[in-house]
C-alpha cells in the first residue's frame, strides 16, 4: 500500500468521527470580530460540506477541517454529502459554512441555469483547487467503447444532485441520449457503484474526482482485466459550448493500472462561501491553504494540483474579497 493510502484511511477516518454532528440550520460562521482588514480568524465553528466517502473532496475537505482547526481560532469540522449541487443548495441555505464545488456547478449556480434555473445562488469562491478528472469506467463485457453504446446499458450517473451527475448527463445528451430515457440510470453514490459494479449489476458508471480516487482504484484492482476507462474526449466542444472550463487531459495509465493514459475531459474545482462569510475568515482560510498546502498533499495526492498562480480563477463566480487579501499577500 501507498503511504498516502494510510494518510488518506486516517484522514478518512476522522472526517467520519466528525460528521455525524454537520448538517443542519447554522448561525453565520465567526462573530466577525476581528477589525476590518485582518487576516485573523475569529472565534467559531464551520462546517465544510464534501463528498461522498471515498471521493477526493471527502479526504481533502476531511484535511482541510484538520489544518483549520489546528492552525486558526475556528474549529471546522467535514461532513459527508452528494456534493457539488447538493453542497451550494445547504450551503446557501444555512446548513454548512464552507463547500466544494464543480467549477461549471457553481457557475451554474451563480447564473442561475439548470438545477438552479432562474435562482442565482449568492456565493463566492475562496480559491479556485485541483481539478476533477471525468473517469467513465466500464466492464469489459458490457459492449461499451463510447458513450453513445450506453443507449439500454446500466449506468451510474454518480449521487443524485452531484456535479458527477451534472456531467455524465451533459455527456449523454452530447451524444444524443436521453439520460432520464434512454440508459438505465443508477443514480448512486460512489460505494454502491463499486458494489454494483464489483457484483456486475452496473454495466458502467461516471464518477468527476481527482486522481486517484480510492474507491476507484478498489473497482480496478479487483476487477482488473474486467473493466478498462473510455475515451471521452470527443465530447469536449459539445461541453465547452455549455461552459468553457472544460478541458482535456489524460489519465496516466499508472493512476489505475492501465495499459495505456486514457484521454479524460477535466474540470476545476472550488471552494465557495455565501457572500456573507466574515472576510477575515477567508483571508485566514485561504491564506492557510497555500501556506501549509504540503500538510494537505500528504492528504491527499490531488492537493499537488493547488497553485496559487491559479487560485484566483474563478469566474463567473466572484471571489471573496477576504480571499482577494490573502492571495495579495
Not at 477541517?65 to 445547504?90: D, W
Not at 467513465?136 to 453504446?149: C, K, N, P, Q
Not at 471552494?271 to 494537505?296: H, M
Request: glycine letters at 10%; proline letters at 4%.
Amino acid at each position: 500500500m501507498r503511504s498516502w493510502n494510510l494518510k488518506v484511511a486516517v484522514a478518512v477516518l476522522a472526517v467520519g468521527l466528525v460528521a455525524a454532528g454537520c448538517g443542519g440550520k447554522r448561525e453565520a460562521a465567526g462573530s466577525g470580530d476581528a477589525a476590518a482588514g485582518s487576516c485573523e480568524a475569529a472565534d467559531g465553528r464551520i462546517t465544510i460540506a464534501t463528498g461522498n466517502a471515498g471521493g477526493v473532496y471527502y479526504v481533502v475537505g476531511g484535511g482541510l477541517a484538520q489544518l483549520i482547526s489546528a492552525n486558526t481560532k475556528l474549529k471546522a469540522t467535514a461532513a459527508e454529502t452528494g456534493a457539488s449541487v447538493q453542497n451550494i443548495q445547504q450551503l446557501v441555505a444555512g446548513n454548512y459554512d464552507v463547500a466544494f464545488s464543480l467549477a461549471d456547478t457553481a457557475a451554474d449556480a451563480v447564473n442561475g441555469k439548470d438545477a438552479f434555473d432562474g435562482k442565482p445562488q449568492k456565493v463566492k469562491a475562496l480559491t479556485r483547487l485541483y481539478s476533477n478528472y471525468t473517469q467513465v469506467l466500464v466492464r469489459t463485457d458490457s459492449g461499451i467503447d463510447g458513450i453513445a453504446d450506453m443507449k439500454g446499458k446500466r449506468i451510474s450517473t454518480g449521487s443524485p444532485k452531484s456535479g458527477t451527475e451534472v456531467i455524465a448527463n451533459r455527456l449523454l445528451a452530447a451524444v444524443g441520449l436521453d439520460p432520464a430515457a434512454d440508459v438505465q440510470a443508477q443514480r448512486l453514490d460512489l460505494t454502491k457503484t463499486a458494489d454494483g459494479m464489483k457484483d456486475g449489476s452496473i454495466d458502467g458508471l461516471v464518477w468527476s474526482g481527482g486522481l486517484p480516487t480510492a474507491q476507484m482504484t478498489d473497482i480496478t484492482t479487483s476487477l482488473k482485466g474486467k473493466v478498462k476507462l473510455i475515451d471521452i474526449s470527443g465530447q469536449l466542444d459539445a461541453l465547452k459550448k455549455i461552459n468553457p472550463v472544460y478541458d482535456v487531459a489524460p489519465i496516466p495509465a499508472a493512476t489505475y493500472g492501465m495499459a495505456a493514459d486514457v484521454p479524460s475531459i477535466v474540470v476545476p474545482n472550488v471552494l465557495l462561501v455565501r457572500e456573507d462569510f466574515p472576510a477575515a475568515n477567508a483571508c485566514a482560510i485561504t491564506k492557510l491553504i497555500y501556506d501549509k498546502k504540503a500538510d494537505l498533499e500528504k492528504v491527499h495526492p490531488a492537493a499537488k494540483d493547488i497553485t496559487k498562480g491559479k487560485a484566483a480563477e474563478t469566474a463567473p463566480v466572484p471571489l471573496h474579497p477576504g480571499s482577494e487579501q490573502a492571495l495579495k499577500g
